[in-house]
T-cell receptor, first 109, second 113 residues
Framework: GQNIDQPTEMTATEGAIVQINCTYQ??????LFWYQQHAGEAPTFLSY??LDGLEEKGRFSSFLSRSKGYSYLLLKELQMKDSASYLC??????????WGAGTKLIIKP | SQTIHQWPATLVQPVGSPLSLECTVE??????LYWYRQAAGRGLQLLFY??????ISSEVPQNLSASRPQDRQFILSSKKLLLSDSGFYLC????????????FGPGTRLTVL
């Protein structure tokens, strides 16, 4: 089968750094997405990785290791507005998008 | 720029009633369109996707159906709703290349009582 694993919930402190991990087992790989979803809202696109390495976008960075089937999303200088669920999704060899269940991130003052 | 609309935003329906949710995309042509459902606290479940007018692929057997009467219009329907149909329904589009980013509409919160 195909699956994506993420922690269900994480807690971090405002101003700190948090790393959200995602491991995947899929039939092939054509890219990995990270989305942010605030409660009651639609997911919004954060990042796309298709090659190994780190992609940085302001306070958010995403890392990919295809050989390990592993990615992480790194959030720096956490703000209260970063409280949300973070969804990892992988495109497999059939160009199907496989979604993880998401990680709920709770930011405490 | 591209925009995706969904309506209604919220809906409360009795069991056994029909359903029609609409999604439209502006600012692009020949998009791939998707319907997802998200149960409370859960991940996204792909229900249907379409690569063109009249072309619908179903991912999960259920009492829902989808139609694409126009290039940028995608409709989700049911003849008789079940309690288990409650959830957050999201429409998404991509430009047509399979590896492109999916962009989501605002969603419809459906409660079946």
């Amino acid at each position: 089968g195909q699956n994506i694993d993420q922690p269900t919930e994480m807690t971090a402190t405002e101003g700190a750094i948090v790393q959200i991990n995602c491991t995947y087992q899929t039939s092939g790989f054509n890219g990995l997405f990270w989305y942010q979803q605030h409660a009651g809202e639609a997911p919004t696109f954060l990042s796309y990785n298709v090659l190994d390495g780190l992609e940085e976008k302001g306070r958010f960075s995403s890392f990919l290791s295809r050989s390990k089937g592993y990615s992480y999303l790194l959030l720096k200088e956490l703000q209260m507005k970063d409280s949300a669920s973070y969804l990892c999704a992988v495109i497999n060899s059939n160009y199907q998008l496989i979604w993880g269940a998401g990680t709920k991130l709770i930011i405490k003052p | 720029s591209q925009t995706i609309h969904q309506w209604p935003a919220t809906l409360v329906q009795p069991v056994g009633s029909p359903l029609s949710l609409e999604c439209t995309v502006e600012g692009t042509s020949n998009p791939n369109l998707y319907w997802y459902r998200q149960a409370a606290g859960r991940g996204l479940q792909l229900l249907f996707y379409s690569v063109g007018i009249g072309q619908i692929s179903s991912e999960v057997p259920q009492n829902l159906s989808a139609s694409r009467p126009q290039d940028r219009q995608f409709i989700l329907s049911s003849k008789k709703l079940l309690l288990s149909d409650s959830g957050f329904y999201l429409c998404a589009w991509t430009s047509g290349r399979a590896s492109d980013t999916q962009y989501f509409g605002p969603g419809t919160r459906l409660t079946v009582l």
